[in-house]
């Protein structure tokens, strides 16, 4: 079905900028899609999400330094990750973003995901 595989991630200094990119294979459709990410001694978590009407959510952890984007045309993805701080560091994946507000899960199948780390 739906794949995903990330890239962009690597090492920058605290305010800082990356900007995460997702090649998608096979159609998402109606699907919203979103980044999670995962740091190690840390549950997952979702932190952006943009449906496909192109409404958009962010974590609060977030809000105001990421903006999420997508182009149904190019099957892409991306994540512009700004102002970054030491606590961004973790693992970071897009996949589907089912449910609603408060409600959310993401799809069965998940990419390798990207490294992100944020140090000085």
């Known amino acids: 079905q739906v794949q995903f595989m990330e890239s962009g991630g690597g090492l920058v200094q605290p305010g800082g900028s990356l900007r995460l990119s997702c090649e998608v294979s096979g159609s998402l459709g109606y699907n919203a899609v979103g980044w999670y990410r995962q740091a190690p001694g840390k549950e997952r978590e979702l932190v952006a999400r943009?449906?496909?009407?192109?409404?958009?959510e962010y974590a609060d952890s977030v809000k105001g330094r990421f903006t999420v984007s997508r182009d149904d045309r190019k099957n892409t993805m991306s994540l512009q990750m700004n102002l970054l701080k030491p606590e961004d560091t973790a693992v970071y994946y897009c996949n589907i973003v089912y449910g609603y507000t408060g409600y959310y899960y993401p799809g069965d199948y998940w990419g390798p995901g990207t490294q992100v780390t944020v140090s000085s």
């Open positions: 943009i449906s496909s009407g192109l409404s958009m």
